[in-house]
């Protein structure tokens, strides 16, 4: 869990070190660079970031209620907002986390509204000694951890549209709409939040930052391709669901024909028989077999060697292949 606020000076070989979220920031020759992130609702937020120095528009980029992940050079800097799937315990995974994020040359000014783990993973990996060794690595590393965070999930939903597609071939079988349903939301929300952060690491990989390495826009690179990768696979997800539910709707469709046949033939069938039992059952003068004590029986057996004939008829003309 991260802290209201963490701060750390990068030594530009791997190494970090921690400082106070409130210490002066000093000037940074060469490649060392420091990260400050923020909790969006510690009290003590809007005066950090007035004090860092930054202008209205940026602070008010980074605190919006609601944010898509974008791009947008400012100045020296650029303001870049990503999303990454709620790990949280007892939270939808589709429930999309930000990160907000100011960066300039020779420092990070991030802000968070719930923990992220993949800025967890960042602080664990700064533990280890293995800490980002630039703005732009940061930043990769960063994407690269947030794709890592929504793979797991992905797959999730690849395995469940699987299963519903092999239970969709079974005899019998019943796929519940409401899950597959619940599945295609899962993905069109995954996808909406991760087509958008595509473009936002493209636009800044092509950005012409001059403290952008060749290796951080390689890294920046690799990002942008996982992250497409995996809207590919959320693009055939949706489909694929699409494809069961038409199925769905197709057997349902069929059963009913089914249905509405087997009615039409009963009532082909018995239509001739009851006008002959309604003639036979009027109340007035002249009934064949009136008087008759055999008639009833048969009348019984010409009704049964009528359906069965029309049954045979109606066989014949294919309503039951």
């Given at each position: 869990m991260l802290d209201d606020a963490i701060g750390f000076v990068f030594d530009g070989t791997g190494a970090a070190t921690a400082i106070a979220p409130d210490a002066e920031s000093g000037p940074l020759d060469g490649p060392p660079f420091e990260w400050r992130h923020f909790r969006r609702d510690a009290p003590e937020t809007m005066d950090r970031l007035t004090a860092c120095g930054l202008d209205p528009y940026v602070i008010e980029a980074l605190t919006a209620e609601e944010t898509r992940p974008r791009c947008s050079v400012h100045g020296n800097g650029v303001v870049l907002n990503l999303r990454g799937v709620n790990l949280n315990p007892g939270a939808e995974p589709d429930d999309m986390v930000s990160?907000?994020?100011?960066?300039?040359?020779?420092?990070?000014?991030?802000?968070?509204?719930?923990?992220?783990?993949?800025?967890?993973?960042?602080?664990?990996?700064?533990?280890?000694?293995?800490?980002?060794?630039?703005?732009?690595?940061?930043?990769?590393?960063?994407?690269?951890?947030?794709?890592?965070?929504?793979?797991?999930?992905?797959?999730?939903?690849?395995?469940?549209?699987?299963?519903?597609?092999?239970?969709?071939?079974?005899?019998?079988?019943?796929?519940?709409?409401?899950?597959?349903?619940?599945?295609?939301?899962?993905?069109?929300?995954?996808?909406?939040?991760?087509?958008?952060?595509?473009?936002?690491?493209?636009?800044?990989?092509?950005?012409?930052?001059?403290?952008?390495?060749?290796?951080?826009?390689?890294?920046?690179?690799?990002?942008?391709?996982?992250?497409?990768?995996?809207?590919?696979?959320l693009d055939a997800i949706r489909d694929r669901a699409q494809i069961v539910h038409d199925q769905i709707m197709d057997q349902r469709a069929e059963r009913m024909n089914r249905q509405s046949l087997l009615l039409s033939v009963v009532a082909a069938i018995f239509l001739p028989l009851g006008l002959l039992t309604g003639l036979l059952g009027i109340n007035v003068g002249g009934i064949p077999g009136a008087d008759n004590p055999w008639a009833f029986a048969i009348v019984t057996l010409a009704l049964l060697v009528i359906g069965a004939g029309l049954f045979a008829w109606v066989r014949a003309l294919g309503f039951f292949k």
């Open positions: 990160v907000r994020m100011w960066l300039e040359k020779d420092r990070i000014i991030g802000v968070w509204v719930r923990p992220l783990h993949a800025v967890s993973d960042l602080v664990a990996a700064i533990d280890r000694g293995a800490a980002a060794v630039s703005v732009g690595d940061f930043v990769a590393r960063l994407a690269l951890r947030l794709a890592d965070s929504a793979e797991p999930y992905i797959a999730t939903l690849n395995e469940r549209i699987d299963d519903s597609e092999e239970s969709v071939l079974e005899p019998g079988a019943e796929v519940s709409r409401a899950d597959l349903a619940g599945l295609r939301r899962s993905a069109i929300v995954l996808r909406r939040y991760l087509l958008p952060q595509r473009d936002a690491l493209a636009t800044f990989e092509i950005e012409d930052l001059g403290w952008l390495s060749t290796h951080d826009r390689m890294r920046l690179r690799e990002a942008v391709e996982r992250v497409v990768r995996l809207g590919e696979d």
